[in-house]
T-cell receptor
Framework: DTGVSQDPRHKITKRGQNVTFRCDPI?????LYWYRQTLGQGPEFLTY????????KSRLLSDRFSAERPKGSFSTLEIQRTEQGDSAMYLC???????????FGSGTRLTVV | AQKVTQAQTEISVVEKEDVTLDCVYE???????LFWYKQPPSGELVFLIR????DEQNEISGRYSWNFQKSTSSFNFTITASQVVDSAVYFC???????????WGLGTSLAVNP
């Protein structure tokens, strides 16, 4: 297990389409996070899982966004009816405990045209 | 409220120069963690260091060193003898108390020129 994997690396979609991203965390890590990053900004928190439980969601996560981690392993982030403002890098991270540093994946860059 | 300020938006140095990246934070929590991450052009965020609020010892790792001063709420990062491969955006982040999420600065873009 070499790190956090995200798939796909890049996604171009037309406005109004649905997209789904996948994140495979480090296997021993029970905490999983989704962040979004736009150009020139630091990452913005979207949501957090501890095992399969989604314990926190940002107000940034509108009704069009949903995240799951059904078996406490991999996670998916779905965006329905994409808008141009959804264009960003979507980052997944995992950590073993609350205070440790996160290990981030390479991200999925979404472009909505 | 929690906040992280990285006042330097962009820094440009010539190879082998030393460079310090500033980070100032705000939190009311007595227990908190501070982090530095590197984001090279490839986009992946690379963890560099974590420091908890009770450990004010400075740390050195090769050419990297960190100066944590609670009195000034600063956690500055110095790269000694910079190299072109150090070119990246560097983020400082804070995790306070029982918060689950990291609060990020806006990043400092470092360009090391040959």
């Amino acid at each position: 297990d070499t790190g956090v994997s995200q798939d796909p690396r890049h996604k171009i979609t037309k406005r109004g389409q649905n997209v789904t991203f996948r994140c495979d965390p480090i296997s021993e890590h029970n905490r999983l996070y989704w962040y979004r990053q736009t150009l020139g900004q630091g990452p913005e928190f979207l949501t957090y899982f501890q095992n399969e439980a989604q314990l926190e969601k940002s107000r940034l996560l509108s009704d069009r966004f949903s995240a799951e981690r059904p078996k406490g392993s991999f996670s998916t982030l779905e965006i329905q009816r994409t808008e141009q403002g959804d264009s960003a890098m979507y980052l997944c991270a995992s950590s073993p405990t609350a205070g440790n540093g996160y290990t981030f994946g390479s991200g999925t860059r979404l472009t909505v045209v | 409220a929690q906040k992280v300020t990285q006042a330097q938006t962009e820094i440009s140095v010539v190879e082998k120069e030393d460079v310090t990246l500033d980070c100032v934070y705000e939190t009311r929590d007595t227990t908190y963690y501070l982090f530095w991450y590197k984001q090279p052009p490839s986009g992946e965020l690379v963890f560099l260091i974590r420091r908890n609020s009770f450990d004010e010892q400075n740390e050195i790792s090769g050419r990297y060193s960190w100066n944590f001063q609670k009195s000034t709420s600063s956690f500055n990062f110095t790269i000694t003898a910079s190299q072109v491969v150090d070119s990246a955006v560097y983020f400082c982040a804070l995790k306070g108390g029982n918060n689950r999420k990291l609060i990020w600065g806006l990043g400092t873009s470092l360009a090391v020129n040959p």
